[in-house]
């Protein structure tokens, strides 16, 4: 057998710099390459764990700050989101020519296979593309992949795969996949690859979506909504974004789609759906929720299927049976998927709980109103005392046009705290983004209990003053909060009358 990637890549490319290493997704990609066998260092403006002990964990070598003298001469430079048009290690790759790419470029180069499964959608992508990549590993078929989260399993979140290369006299009587053990026979399965589709926007250079660069062949659907108002500032402009995608899939290629995305809006000719309905291909149903996880049944046709996962909410058994039709099509035993889906332990922030004792704490990237609207209803079916959300929200839903999306968003929670928000760099030109204030009097039109503390300190000493036993905190935000969820939990592992709270 033999890595197909190492051997012809090598030759050329050795070391990747990566700035910006310190997102979710580039330091996936890092450690993947690091893996393979390359050279590989990075940047970025700070460094917060789990990224950063994971990028210790594979001896990555990364420093804070951008300082072009530690970059050395890269054979190619990943280019971040973060890499502003004055940042000095981007004005370097341009001033002396450095090849560069973006990751989405670096993804569509090295990752993506003739079978190229992708999951996109407003929400749900990052879960279903974790779970699905989980899922054809665990079925011996090798996937190269990425998705945008951490696995809770000792699972890594990008891999380049493996492709096998069998010669004529292979084929014809030596069989060097008789030695792999768990390896499917076929070579077919050596050719797939699952990919994250994040609609956002590739790089400063290029506006288009990410997913238009995976060349889809199998695509999930899981859900359209109206995100991302800074880079879609229309309803329609998002939705074109997607409409172009489903095109991109060709005649013979496989289309699953959640039931509630429209086939009139979307032109989708033949496709598998999913869903609650009776009239989709795989329904999902009789859902038993705890706060371990849940059970549910698929059916198809005349069949019935048990699962169960290591998850909660009824959305995870929505994106399970969104996974299972699309495997389930591709030829995977159920026997197998729902096997591997069990061992599944699910993603930190989506829905992590962080600590239970009096107080139970959640950590979610529901960064949309939309998002944090899901993972709301999902604890008060879990949970019947108060919920208190500290709500952070992503760079498009800080502006005019996301108002309308806030109205009774948080009817789930008892109460909502907006802490200071994460300062915004404006374009030329640029009116500015909402502050937390002004974010709060927005929720509070349809929320009758709202609060902006705008210092980290006072806003923790108050979720310590005002929960009592059983009550769930839950912070929702794609932003690390400054440390306050791991300052929260520390006070409330000390007793009563010493929570000393560090100073932040």
């Given amino acids: 057998m033999e890595n197909r990637f190492r051997r012809t890549q090598t030759n050329f490319m050795k070391h990747i710099h990566f700035i910006g290493i310190c997102g979710v997704a580039m330091s996936a990609l890092a450690i993947a390459f690091k893996k393979a066998g390359f050279e590989v260092s990075g940047s970025d403006a700070g460094f917060f764990s789990p990224v950063s002990t994971n990028l210790e964990k594979h001896k990555i070598n990364f420093y804070p700050g951008w300082h072009p003298e ?52 407003t929400y749900g992508k990052t879960t279903t593309s974790a779970l699905l990549s989980f899922v054809l590993t665990e079925c011996g078929y090798n996937p190269s992949y990425m998705f945008g989260g951490i696995a809770t399993n000792d699972f890594d979140s990008a891999s380049l795969g493996t492709t096998v290369i069998l010669t004529l006299n292979e084929v014809k009587g030596k069989d ?16 797939w690859s699952v990919l994250e ?19 889809p062949t199998h695509l999930l659907l899981t859900a359209i909504e109206w995100d991302h108002a800074d880079v879609y500032p229309t309803e329609k402009s998002y939705f074109k974004a997607f409409e172009k995608l489903i095109k991109m899939v060709p005649e013979k290629g496989l289309i699953v789609a959640n039931e509630n995305i429209s086939d009139i809006r979307y032109q989708i000719a033949d496709r598998i759906t999913y869903g609650k309905s009776d009239s989709v291909d795989y329904k999902y149903s009789d859902i038993k929720q705890t706060k371990n996880g ?28 969104g996974i299972f039709a699309l495997v389930h099509q591709i030829g995977i035993e159920p026997d197998k998927t729902i096997t591997a889906i069990s061992k599944f332990k699910g993603l930190k922030r989506r829905l992590e ?24 209803a999902t604890l008060r079916k879990i949970y019947n005392d108060k919920i208190l959300a ?115």
């Fill in 353 to 376: 709980k962080r600590y239970e004792g009096k107080v139970i704490v959640f950590d979610d990237i529901a960064h949309s109103p939309a998002k944090a609207k899901f993972t709301l």
């Fill in 70 to 121: 530690k970059m050395g001469t890269p054979d190619l430079v990943v280019i971040g989101n973060v890499a502003s048009s004055t940042n000095p290690e981007w004005l370097h790759v341009q001033k002396n020519n450095l090849p560069y790419k973006s990751y989405p470029e670096v993804i569509a180069k090295y990752f993506v296979k003739d079978n190229s499964i992708v999951c996109a959608g």
């Fill in 176 to 191: 060097p996949l008789n030695k792999i053990k768990g390896i499917p026979r076929s070579t077919q399965n050596y050719n």
């Fill in 390 to 504: 500290i709500f952070e929200p992503n760079t498009g839903n800080r502006q005019p046009q996301s108002e309308t999306h806030y109205n009774e968003a948080f009817q789930n929670a008892d109460e909502v705290i907006i802490p200071r928000l994460t300062k915004l760099k404006l374009k030329p030109g640029e009116e500015p983004h909402w502050e937390g204030d002004k974010l709060a009097q927005v929720i509070g039109q349809t929320h009758k209990n709202v609060k902006y503390i705008g210092d980290d300190k006072t806003l923790i000493e108050y979720i310590i003053k005002n929960t009592t036993n059983n009550d769930v905190v839950v912070f929702l935000g794609s932003h690390g909060f400054r440390g306050m969820i791991d300052d929260l939990i520390t006070c409330l592992r000390q007793p009563p009358q010493s929570r000393p709270l560090r100073p932040l």
């Fill in 294 to 321: 849940i059970k549910f049944k698929i059916t198809h046709h005349d069949n019935c299927y048990l699962l169960s996962a290591q998850m909660i909410g009824d959305y995870i058994a929505e994106n399970i049976c």
């Fill in 197 to 215: 589709g994040d609609e956002y926007k590739t790089a400063r250079w290029d506006n288009g979506a990410k997913f238009f660069h995976y060349q």
